[in-house]
């Protein structure tokens, strides 16, 4: 979570120039479409648009910082109990003097946001080249991941537990889509490891701009969108 100047953000995407784009947290609430583009390295704001509701005041904003590292304690630590990571947080704000200005969340009408079963998760897969040739391909399963999001920070923590568990594990060449939080996840771990672009993401994500764009309505449209799919057969130094 973000906090600035009385709002809260939560990330909703790296762009592909490195910059994040951080959305109101709002959105649902009070239909808030304000938005915040930083680039995080240094902090600079790229670009800010306005809220339709008024900023919250310093005290609820502590509240809600407590309340946000609540869940990223809980995601870090599944053993220790919500109730105590709930309680280390109200203390928290207790030291700070927070109860004096603001009641404090009552844990029984805010469990949900720590216990919450529907949680969409993201299932996330690693294949292993194990012996392929260029009459069969030979590559199986080695990891299934269910991830909360697909955010960058969320990729670096499940590669850095992967590096921990497999000491052994350098990777010298990787294949993927072109998930952009991902491959960048992948380049602070693996600075030196080379990433190619999975040809079959690379169809699909054609395809579908092609029909967002319209331009297989025709035949002459789809046989440029075939001949656009084998430009990755090319070599580097073609033409």
Same mark, same amino acid.
């Given at each position: 979570?973000?906090?600035?100047?009385?709002?809260?953000?939560?990330? +909703?995407?790296?762009?592909?120039?490195?910059?994040?784009?951080?959305?109101?947290?709002? +959105?649902?609430?009070?239909?808030?479409?304000?938005? *915040?583009?930083?680039?995080?390295?240094?902090?600079?704001?790229?670009?800010?648009?306005?809220?339709?509701?008024?900023?919250?005041?310093?005290?609820?904003?502590?509240?809600?910082?407590?309340?946000?590292?609540?869940?990223?304690?809980?995601?870090?630590?599944?053993?220790?109990?919500?109730?105590?990571?709930?309680?280390?947080?109200?203390?928290? *704000?207790?030291?700070?003097?927070?109860?004096?200005?603001?009641?404090?969340?009552?844990?029984?009408?805010?469990?949900?946001?720590?216990?919450?079963?529907?949680?969409?998760?993201?299932?996330?897969?690693?294949?292993?080249?194990?012996?392929?040739?260029?009459?069969?391909?030979?590559?199986?399963?080695?990891?299934?991941?269910?991830?909360?999001?697909?955010?960058?920070?969320?990729?670096?923590?499940?590669?850095?537990?992967? +590096?921990?568990?497999?000491?052994?594990?350098?990777?010298?060449?990787?294949?993927?889509?072109?998930?952009?939080?991902?491959?960048?996840?992948?380049?602070?771990?693996?600075?030196?490891?080379?990433?190619?672009?999975?040809?079959?993401?690379?169809?699909?994500?054609?395809?579908?701009?092609? +029909?967002?764009?319209?331009?297989?309505?025709?035949?002459?449209?789809?046989?440029?969108?075939?001949?656009?799919?084998?430009?990755?057969?090319?070599?580097?130094?073609?033409?």
């Amino acid at each position: 979570m973000l906090c600035r100047a009385g709002y809260n953000y939560v990330l +909703k995407r790296t762009n592909k120039d490195g910059s994040d784009l951080w959305r109101c947290t709002n +959105k649902d609430s009070s239909k808030c479409n304000a938005t *915040l583009k930083v680039k995080p390295n240094p902090f600079i704001i790229l670009h800010e648009t306005s809220h339709n509701h008024p900023p919250r005041g310093e005290a609820d904003m502590e509240i809600d910082r407590e309340m946000y590292l609540c869940t990223e304690t809980l995601q870090k630590n599944i053993n220790k109990p919500v109730t105590q990571i709930y309680g280390d947080a109200v203390q928290n *704000l207790i030291n700070k003097g927070i109860d004096l200005l603001n009641p404090l969340p009552q844990f029984d009408n805010i469990k949900k946001n720590f216990t919450n079963s529907e949680m969409n998760r993201k299932v996330y897969t690693i294949h292993a080249d194990i012996g392929s040739n260029q009459e069969y391909a030979n590559v199986v399963p080695v990891l299934y991941a269910l991830l909360p999001d697909k955010t960058r920070a969320t990729y670096e923590i499940l590669f850095q537990m992967i +590096k921990s568990q497999v000491k052994e594990w350098q990777p010298t060449e990787i294949s993927m889509d072109f998930e952009v939080t991902a491959i960048l996840a992948i380049k602070d771990l693996f600075p030196e490891v080379k990433i190619l672009g999975c040809y079959f993401h690379f169809n699909r994500c054609l395809w579908r701009k092609a +029909k967002q764009l319209g331009v297989v309505k025709s035949k002459l449209g789809v046989i440029h969108v075939k001949l656009c799919t084998q430009l990755a057969h090319l070599p580097q130094t073609f033409g």
